[in-house]
């Protein structure tokens, strides 16, 4: 077998190799340290080896290779942008912007509400009312009765579609402000629309012409589930209350607004999850006073939201590897990104293999999972280790005669016949180590190298 032009042979096999040095200047021991796949190791005068049978021995003590710094980055998060940061140095890109809006309140009294995107503070507090009428009948017909307007007579077995038609016929319920479901001649008339969230007044029912075989039957109107309206906020509610009743809307939640207040101006600014964001602009509802007439308020975005530049949240292996590679104190061709799922693995190669490297940093103020914060992090997965030099003794005669080297046991030997002074190669193959005799050169020469 063959590996780079030179025989690969077996553990413990040997071959012919001529070796001549000239006599009274033996080899300087020195060591050389691990730098890129190869280790340079000089062949050494050893006095104390014994010759045997013109033999050469050849003892290695062999150290585990040295390893590649390798760092992990996992990314939690659906938008946004993360940047790296590498002992000083951080990936190009610039922060975002926060969203601001203000909302000024023209008001001595009264209450407001605030929308953003489709949801309404205060709606977390909204209860619509549920009434129930049951019928215990086999016949005949009834009545309800609903802000003293009273419905068509209703048969003691209509559908629940009937019901609902007959009350969205009075003045007090308009269609869509009401849904009937019936089980079991249980009517349930759940408010809903205009009359959502309000604690309206109980219906009245007249049974007069039901019956329930030879008897008289009922009609029986309950309120199971009072309504409840939203929670208002006061013309002059404090920040904190006004940046809670956002933090419980659905689209915005704890943590994504922060809200100050100066004078009767609030400023609303958007952070967490809804930072570098171009947000809706809210709007309010309001029932203000202001003296004897009407308040309003005037509401202006002031900042709007930018995202910052960086590598974004999905960004490829090869889109972090050139950003990393862009750094001044990593370069080109020092690190390789591979990535699994939303998690990426940086090794660093090459110029900076088999070294300690500092551990990475990431920003990820710029990422966001959903309206929460996204998260990245770092961790080091294998530290990097420089290999120890194997110590290579070998022994020469004083003379120019011939001599073969000889593996030590369960190592190959790669061999090419050489003359002079000669630099020993090697690098783990399997389980043992495979060597191999360079072009000749001196001492002297390889120092100048």
């Known amino acids: 077998m063959s590996l780079l032009g030179f025989r690969l042979l077996r553990p413990g096999a040997t071959i012919p190799v001529e070796a001549t040095v000239s006599p009274g200047q033996p080899l300087p021991t020195k060591r050389y340290l691990r730098r890129g796949p190869w280790t340079r190791v000089d062949l050494a005068d050893v006095p104390e080896i014994e010759l045997e049978e013109k033999t050469a021995r050849v ?62 503070t205060g709606e977390e ?57 019936l089980d079991d001649q249980v009517y349930t008339v759940e408010f809903i629309g205009d009359l959502a969230a309000l604690d309206v007044d109980e ?56 809200v100050t207040l100066e004078g009767s101006t609030y400023t ?13 602009e809210v709007t309010t509802v309001d029932s203000l006073i202001d003296g004897v007439g009407i308040g309003w308020t005037v509401i202006v975005t002031t900042v ?20 990393l590679e862009l750094l001044t104190n990593i370069g080109a061709g020092n690190v390789l990104v591979t990535k699994a799922g939303m998690a990426y693995t940086v090794e660093f190669i090459r110029e900076m293999a088999h070294a300690d490297q500092p551990e990475m940093t990431i920003d990820d103020a710029g990422l966001k999972d959903g309206l929460d914060l996204g998260m990245g992090l770092v961790i080091t997965i294998d530290e990097g280790t420089t290999p120890e030099v194997a110590e290579i003794y070998m022994g020469f005669a004083e ?35 495979s060597f191999a005799t360079g072009q000749s050169v001196s001492v002297q020469e390889y120092l100048e190298q």
């Open 59 to 120: 003892d290695i003590t062999p150290e585990l290779d040295g390893q590649n710094d390798t760092q992990g980055i996992a990314i939690a998060a659906d938008d946004g942008v993360f940047r790296l940061g590498f002992d000083g140095e951080t990936t190009e890109g610039a922060d975002g912007t926060n969203e601001q809006q203000t909302i000024e309140i023209h008001a001595d009294g009264g209450t407001f509400r605030i929308a953003f995107d489709g949801h309404i």
């Open 125 to 181: 507090a909204m209860v619509n009312e549920q009434q129930t009428v049951t019928i215990d009948a086999d016949d005949g017909t009834f009545t309800l009765t609903f802000m003293a307007d009273e419905t068509d007579p209703i048969a003691w077995n209509a559908s629940a579609a009937d019901v609902q038609a007959a009350l969205e016929a009075l003045d007090g319920i308009a269609p869509g402000d009401i849904i009937v479901t």
């Open 203 to 258: 219906m009245t029912a007249d049974d007069t012409l039901l019956t329930l075989g030879i008897d008289p039957g009922s009609a029986t109107v309950e309120t199971t589930v009072a309504g409840v309206p939203p929670t208002e906020l006061a013309w002059n509610a404090s920040a904190a209350v006004v940046q809670a009743a956002l933090e419980a809307l659905p689209n915005i939640g704890a943590g994504n607004v922060d």
């Open 268 to 280: 609303i600014e958007f952070v967490g999850g809804l930072s570098w964001t171009d947000v809706p």
């Open 304 to 323: 709007p939201g930018v995202l910052g530049e960086g590598l974004a949240w999905f960004a490829s292996a090869a889109d972090v590897q050139a950003a």
């Open 399 to 433: 003379s120019g005669e011939s001599y073969r080297l000889q593996a030590s046991s369960l190592l190959g030997l790669d061999v090419n016949p050489f003359d002079g002074p000669t630099m020993l190669y090697f690098k783990p193959v399997g389980s043992g180590l």
